[in-house]
């Protein structure tokens, strides 16, 4: 019988290992054993090798790639179908210079049932010509959580994004601080959205030299929640300060602060265009909106549905200028909206509507400054004739915008906009009062002194006026405490988690946002 000695059986095991895994710091490529990444010559050489794009790996350091040379993990006929868990280690200074080709990305083509969690990528220098992204090109799996990009992203042509260029499965809890610049279908995050947008945010500078551009995403028509962009957005036509056109998906819980330009139509600081069967609902723009028509501080046009959100950006242009939407086109609704920005152009606009063909405009206010010589009113610029438009419970604020006609609304002082009786007697829905109905949408603590705001502005743990989480909402929780069955006032105020109850997770809810204001 032959008999084989310990020093050849592990000589044996590490051929194996240079042939099979020695590319990599250790490890099988397995889920209970992970290739292990630690160094550039580990990145590089899972660039380099198709074979191991659907096995698993783990970083274990941050790795400094130092401008090495590589190119992007997964292509359209060889996807990147494996697992990656960065456990919160970066990527950095990595650059792929690749501009006349497609699919550019630190990872170009992700599919199937591929996963990457807790991966950040900094200091990148990405160029492509379509479908470049600063994290990956095109994105088809299920999962990606965690992650984040910080650099430069450009591409030549379309579909250009901070983080994905194209993106078609859920991505969140993901940060991009990029600044991104392409033709058409330019955003901050990803460039086209057909997957879904989960509590992720985009700050940079994005600069588009045609349609679709966004802060956050140049063209969407799949859900974003929690989601917020920053700094500048400008492009053509279709630009918006969080999506450049919205197409009949859900925009909820988000905000944008980006400043937004075009030179051409169709520019909003939350959508440049809002489609019919879209939906924006708790969401606000704060950022200034110069276009040349259809300009307006949430939306250059919609044709959606728009409730409880406001904005507060200056809006100027040329023509069909809103505090809130440049023009409104049927079957659009205006819910529960305010806008306080200040208004200037030519022609067609107002505090809150420019122009409005068939919309419903319902429960909302106007107090910004207007400016302009022809088709101005304080809350709606105009109306086209003879046209089945809806105008219930709107009013504009006639002291700040100096402004008394309007084709919709009621004009009142600044006093009279400033009480409560005002919205009530009008039908508003408000916290503390069942007339109007439950669902509370609005709240106004300072009668006389200030204007209504949406609930939701409100943080959770500022139960009572005035404004503030402070001994006023503690003294309420603990006259609600150890209650039951919370169904109605003043009880389910003080049910902070929704539960029925008033009980240990409301107080520690409450804690949480203690003298938040």
């Given at each position: 019988m032959k008999s084989f000695s310990l020093a050849?059986?592990?000589?044996?095991?590490?051929?194996?290992?240079?042939l099979f895994g020695g590319v990599y710091g250790g490890g099988g490529g397995t889920e209970e054993s992970p290739y292990l990444i630690s160094d550039p010559l580990h990145w590089q050489g899972l660039s380099a090798t198709p074979d191991d794009w659907a096995l698993h790996f783990r970083l274990t350091a941050n790795i400094d790639m130092n401008q090495m040379?590589?190119?992007?993990?997964?292509?359209?006929?060889?996807?990147?179908?494996?697992?990656?868990?960065?456990?919160?280690f970066a990527l950095e200074n990595l650059t792929i210079d690749l501009p006349s080709a497609e699919t550019v990305g630190v990872f170009g083509y992700i599919s199937g049932s591929a996963q990457i969690k807790n991966l950040h990528v900094l200091n990148v220098n990405i160029k492509g010509r379509k479908h470049v992204g600063g994290f990956v090109a095109y994105n088809?799996?299920?999962?990606?959580?965690?992650c984040s990009v910080t650099g430069t992203v450009s591409g030549t042509e379309r579909y250009v994004g901070g983080f994905a260029g194209s993106n078609y499965g859920p991505i969140a809890d993901c940060y991009v601080h990029c600044n991104v610049s392409g033709a058409s279908y330019v955003g901050g995050f990803a460039g086209d959205n057909e997957g879904s947008l989960f509590r992720c945010h985009a700050e940079g500078n994005v600069?588009?030299?045609?349609?679709?551009?966004?802060?956050?995403?140049?063209?969407?028509?799949?859900?974003?929640?929690?989601?917020?962009?920053?700094?500048?957005?400008?492009?053509?036509?279709?630009?918006?300060?969080?999506?450049?056109?919205?197409?009949?998906?859900t925009v909820l819980d988000s905000f944008s602060s980006a400043a937004v330009s075009s030179t051409s139509d169709y520019c909003g600081g939350l959508?440049?265009?809002?489609?019919?069967?879209?939906?924006?609902?708790?969401?606000?723009?704060?950022?200034?909106?110069?276009?040349?028509?259809?300009?307006?501080?949430?939306?250059?046009?919609?044709?959606?549905?728009?409730?409880?959100?406001?904005?507060?950006?200056?809006?100027?242009?040329?023509e069909y200028l809103g505090g809130a939407v440049g023009f409104l086109s049927s079957p659009a609704r205006l819910e529960n909206v305010y806008a306080t920005g200040a208004v200037s152009g030519p022609e067609y606009r107002g505090g809150l509507v420019g122009l409005n063909s068939s919309g419903k405009v319902i429960h909302c206010y106007a107090t910004g400054q207007l400016t302009g010589d022809v088709k101005v009113g304080g809350l709606c610029g105009y109306v086209l004739i003879d046209d089945n438009y809806e105008d219930r419970g709107n009013f504009w604020d006639t002291d700040i915008s100096h402004i008394y006609v309007s084709a919709m609304g009621t004009g009142r002082e600044t006093e009279v906009m400033?009480?409560?009786?005002?919205?009530?007697?009008?039908?508003?829905?408000?916290?503390?009062?069942?007339?109007?109905?439950?669902?509370?949408y609005w709240r106004l603590c300072d009668d006389g002194t200030a204007y209504p705001k949406l609930s939701w502005q409100f943080s959770p743990g500022d139960i009572v006026c005035p404004e503030g989480v402070n001994l006023d909402d503690f003294n309420f929780l603990a006259q609600c405490w150890q209650q039951a069955e919370c169904t109605g006032i003043p009880c389910s105020q003080a049910d902070l988690n929704g539960d029925g109850s008033v009980q240990l997770e409301d107080l520690l809810l409450f804690a949480g946002e203690w003298l938040i204001f």
């Open positions: 050849g059986v592990v000589c044996v095991l590490c051929l194996c290992e240079v040379v590589v190119s992007p993990i997964g292509t359209y006929d060889d996807p990147f179908l494996g697992v990656i868990d960065g456990q919160n088809g799996t299920p999962y990606i959580t965690n600069t588009g030299t045609a349609d679709e551009i966004g802060g956050l995403a140049g063209y969407s028509n799949c859900s974003i929640t929690n989601s917020s962009a920053a700094g500048t957005v400008s492009g053509t036509k279709y630009v918006g300060g969080l999506v450049g056109r919205n197409d009949k998906a959508v440049g265009y809002i489609r019919e069967e879209s939906i924006v609902q708790r969401c606000c723009a704060t950022g200034t909106v110069a276009g040349n028509r259809y300009a307006g501080g949430l939306a250059g046009i919609s044709r959606g549905t728009i409730l409880a959100s406001y904005s507060t950006g200056s809006v100027s242009g040329i400033q009480t409560l009786s005002t919205y009530i007697d009008a039908g508003w829905d408000f916290a503390n009062e069942t007339a109007n109905g439950t669902n509370d």
